[in-house]
T-cell receptor, first 115, second 112 residues
């Protein structure tokens, strides 16, 4: 399966600051990456689909100006949480898929805590 | 109706027993089905994929798919305490583009 590296694994930031999370596909070129958010004891919620060389596709209810996604290369997508607030504290996970009907492989996840 | 439904549990089984996890989906045109295991504080890891009706076995795990009933299940034989985790069902729906739709997960507890 695909190897996906996500960094950092955890971050604590002050309210009002911005945090950047990186997702790297290490062993294949990913034209599409997916960003999820997971609150405690809840399932994965897709936030957006990151498309290499074009704008990300955001799910309904996700603020595109708050969660900035950049997919500048075939191996790297970044998610920036701008002006973070305590309610943004969550587990953020990226994933890649090698094909339309194939499984998704996940990064290690980033635990964001906004204080 | 949710697109992918699972009983949240917890489902408790004794060590050595068979654990049966169930998932139903609403999009009849769904094509691909996956089971993921997620330990607390970790990201999901793939256990099984299944694409056609019937059973698919991999070690202690068996996935079962019934497209007519829109039902997919995961059986875990000889359950071990290390199997205690949340199991997520994921479906590639016909209308969902390239993304997977996840159920809310079933928490499994394997007791000594």
């Amino acid at each position: 399966g695909a190897v996906v590296s996500q960094h950092p694994s955890w971050v604590i930031c002050k309210s009002g600051t911005s945090v950047k999370i990186e997702c790297r596909s290490l062993d294949f070129q990913a034209t599409t990456m997916f960003w999820y958010r997971q609150f405690p004891k809840q399932s994965l919620m897709l936030m957006a689909t990151s498309n290499e060389g074009s704008k990300a596709t955001y799910e309904q209810g996700v603020e595109k100006d708050k969660f900035l996604i950049n997919h500048a290369s075939l191996t790297l997508s970044t998610l920036t949480v701008t002006s973070a607030h305590p309610e943004d504290s969550s587990f953020y996970i990226c994933s890649v898929k090698q094909g339309a009907n194939t499984e998704a492989f996940f990064g290690q996840g980033t635990r964001l805590t906004v204080v | 109706q949710k697109e992918v439904e699972q009983n949240s549990g917890p489902l408790s089984v004794p060590e050595g027993a068979i654990a049966s996890l169930n998932c139903t989906y609403s999009d009849r045109g769904s094509q691909s089905f996956f089971w993921y295991r997620q330990y607390s504080g970790k990201s999901p890891e793939l256990i099984m994929s299944i694409y056609s009706n019937g059973d698919k076995e991999d070690g202690r795990f068996t996935a079962q798919l019934n497209k007519a009933s829109q039902y997919v299940s995961l059986l875990i034989r000889d359950s071990q305490p290390s199997d205690s985790a949340t199991y997520l069902c994921a479906v590639k729906t016909a209308g969902g583009g390239n993304k997977l739709t996840f159920g809310t997960g079933t928490q499994l507890k394997v007791e000594l």
